[in-house]
């Protein structure tokens, strides 16, 4: 089982529509969690972090269950400039692993 | 402030041709990384440094070196090219106390 896995995509949604993205990740002893999004031929920026009681900034929302080691992102009233790929990332001391990444394209 | 800066951008090696990329943060971060990026692939840990004076391998050190050279600078060394390296490249530091990496723009090598 690789350390972090992610829906494949890409995701092709509307304008206004709402999209989630999963993450799974194997390692128990993980410690913080993060959502990086990555522009086409750009380098990846941190998009939020992720806790357990969950985190909103705007339309954007992040939830972490311990429990099934499951990370998800939800991306509600997309726009166009949300065309991204989306990386999911664990940490385990000074480490970040990253998973392969979900990508949106985003319509009008 | 420049954040994190790699140069070249871009590069064209023949195999068993040698070179250096090169990074540096002006953010005064402990901790330094480099990356590679290809399609289907994510991005996978070369090398990083904890500090200064200290690196350690990642998930796919063979065929590379590292220096760190002073707090600032970390650099990524190729010694014998492969076309199997042809990829992108990123640096990244990372701050203190904190998980948020701050990448470079990142370097297109390819290897003919």
């Known amino acids: 089982r690789k350390e972090v896995e992610q829906d494949p995509g890409p995701f092709n949604v509307p304008e206004g529509a709402t999209v989630a993205f999963n993450c799974t990740y194997s390692?128990?002893?993980?410690?913080?969690f993060f959502w990086y999004r990555q522009d086409c031929r750009k380098e990846p920026k941190l998009l939020m972090s992720?806790?357990?009681s969950g985190n909103e900034d705007g339309r954007f929302t992040a939830q972490l269950n311990r429990a099934s080691q499951y990370i998800s992102l939800l991306i509600r009233d997309s726009k166009l400039s949300d065309s991204a790929t989306y990386l999911c990332?664990?940490?385990?001391?000074?480490?970040?692993?990253f998973g392969k990444g979900t990508m949106l394209l985003v319509s009008p | 402030n420049a954040g994190v800066t790699q140069t070249p951008k871009f590069q064209v090696l023949k195999t068993g041709q040698s070179m250096t990329l090169q990074c540096a943060q002006d953010?005064?971060?402990?901790?330094m990384y480099w990356y590679r990026q290809d399609p289907g692939m994510g991005l996978r840990l070369i090398y990083y440094?904890?500090?200064?004076?200290?690196?350690d391998k990642g998930e796919v050190p063979n065929g590379y070196n590292v220096s760190r050279l002073n707090k600032r600078e970390f650099s990524l060394r190729l010694e014998s090219a492969a076309p199997s390296q042809t990829s992108v490249y990123f640096c990244?530091?990372?701050?203190?106390?904190?998980?948020?990496?701050?990448f470079g723009p990142g370097t297109r090598l390819t290897v003919t």
């Open positions: 990332v664990v940490t385990r001391y000074s480490t970040l692993t």
């Open positions: 390692n128990s002893a993980s410690q913080s």
């Open positions: 992720v806790y357990s």
């Open positions: 953010m005064n971060h402990n901790s």
């Open positions: 440094s904890a500090s200064e004076g200290t690196t």
């Open positions: 990244a530091s990372i701050e203190p106390q904190g998980y948020e990496q701050y």
